[in-house]
């Protein structure tokens, strides 16, 4: 098989890495792909991730069997509607599906109908009266621009004041242009947030087992919120029968309510849980794998990936192919001094191959990384994700920090503290 993977982090690299493993393929392609990408063997093509029309066209040309998109905007613009008209098997959702992720407002009207559980909220088409039922709502409240915005739609608003100032970005400032024509206010919630993943074939739903990001730039959960700064699963806090039981909640209703809407859902759908005192709560869907949570994933992940895609569009899910090792992963986001503000790109890798080698089950994977003569460079806010195996998290985030600990580039910062609130539960759980 010939297969395309869409986009250029390192999601996208963990998938090319997973799908070299299968003996279904013989050729791989990426649009546009990475440093990692090019040096796992597959074919970096100068395409951008929201050019439909080209990649239909490269698809047709180079004869691809089956795309991959990685991140959630060629979904919400119909790369999967396309390579079905021209008869090519796309591992995603629908334009329409994918509105799960591309719409908060139009999640919330499934949950709604599904009775998943999740923060009440209200929608507004207009600044004016969004602004006066904040008022009357007041603070803590969490504002959304019902589109995508790259992952910096959403503000905790924990004053009046920055409720206000929220709202008039979104929808008066058009921070995020055509993405604030709608906000959706939410009910602040607190609890720990954990990520439900789910292999989905339109109708049956197959959970990898549970994951835990890492949102804030910093320790301790401190300053902005970035793509994701690390992840780890399993994660102690949703255990496997948690699992089963929130995607019976979470993810299996709302595969029946887009199937009873004409639009089968294929692909991952990932809920973004948060386990409050009084239960746990839907705080989002996302339409693809996460990043950074792809990464640890697939490396516990065992079996034929493609033959588990292929499966999922041909709606002939079988369960026990989603096989996962019970050894635990973790990866840790090495980031460009600035990020998720403003950075500098072009400062020069090295040791990866050392980090690769400082134990059994390690893999470094790119995510803004670019090839420039015989030096590898940073080309993004977040550049690698190291991942690490071990019998538990203890040791596989021991394995991660020492490979990251060989690896230079300046100007850049990481974490520390990843996979510290999963030892704290494991250890409460022993206490
Ligand atoms: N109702 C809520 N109460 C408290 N915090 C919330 C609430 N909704 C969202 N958050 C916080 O904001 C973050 C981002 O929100 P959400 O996941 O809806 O948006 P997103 O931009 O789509 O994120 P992602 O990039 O993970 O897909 C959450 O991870 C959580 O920390
Ligand atoms: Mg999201």
Redesign the pocket.
């Known amino acids: 098989m010939r297969v395309l993977v869409i986009g250029s982090g390192g999601r996208e690299h963990a998938l090319v890495w997973k799908i070299a493993q299968s003996a279904l393929v013989d050729k791989i392609f990426t649009a546009p792909g990475n440093g990692g990408t090019q040096s796992q063997g597959a074919i970096n093509t100068p395409l951008a991730d929201n050019d439909i029309d080209a990649l239909a066209a490269f698809v047709r040309k180079e004869k691809i069997d089956l795309v991959v998109p990685g991140p959630e905007l060629p979904l919400t613009l119909g790369i999967t509607d396309r390579m079905r008209a021209q008869g090519t098997a796309c591992f995603g959702p629908d334009a329409y599906g994918a509105r799960i992720?591309g719409s908060?407002a139009f999640a919330k009207e499934i949950m709604a109908r599904t009775h998943v559980p999740t923060?009440s909220s209200a929608v507004f088409s207009d600044a004016r009266s969004a602004q006066s039922h904040a008022r009357k709502m007041g603070a803590p409240l969490?504002i959304?621009a019902d589109g995508l915005?790259a992952?910096?739609?959403?503000v905790?608003a924990r004053t009046d004041e920055q409720i206000r100032q929220a709202i008039n970005d979104i929808m008066t400032a058009r921070t995020f242009g055509p993405a604030g024509d709608r906000v959706v206010m939410?009910?602040?919630?607190?609890g720990e947030?954990v990520s439900l993943l789910c292999f989905c074939d339109g109708k049956n739903a197959v959970p990898l087992p549970s994951a835990q990001?890492h949102?804030a730039a910093r320790d301790n959960d401190q300053g902005p919120?970035t793509?994701?700064m690390g992840a780890y699963s399993p994660a102690p806090i949703l255990d496997d029968n948690g699992l089963e039981k929130m995607t019976d909640i979470a993810v299996r209703p709302v595969l029946k309510e887009l199937a009873a809407q004409g639009h089968p859902f294929v692909g991952v759908l990932y809920a973004?849980l948060?386990m409050t005192a009084s239960g746990p709560?839907v705080?989002?869907y996302?339409a693809r794998f996460?990043d950074p949570e792809c990464q640890p994933l697939l490396m516990r992940m065992r079996g034929d990936i493609v033959r588990i895609m292929l499966d999922c569009i041909n709606g002939k899910l079988d369960p026990n192919s989603v096989v996962c090792s019970g050894q635990t992963a973790l990866g840790v986001v090495l980031a460009a001094k600035g990020y998720p503000g403003d950075y500098s790109r072009g400062h020069v890798i090295t040791g990866i191959d050392r980090a690769e080698a400082t134990t059994g089950g390690i893999k470094v994977f790119h995510g803004g990384t670019t090839v420039r003569g015989d030096a590898l460079v940073s080309n993004g806010g977040r550049v690698l994700c190291v991942t690490a195996l071990g019998d538990d998290l203890e040791q596989a985030r021991k394995n991660a920090y020492a490979a990251m600990e060989r690896i230079r580039m300046p100007d850049s910062f990481y974490r520390t503290d990843i996979g510290i609130k999963g030892i704290r539960h494991l250890a409460g759980q022993e206490g």
């Not at 992952?151 to 959403?154: L, P, Y």
């Not at 939410?186 to 607190?190: G, I, S």
């Open positions: 992720e908060k923060a969490v959304k915005a992952g910096k739609g959403v905790v939410e009910e602040f919630l607190e947030e990001d949102k919120n793509g994701g973004g948060m709560r705080l989002e996302n996460g």
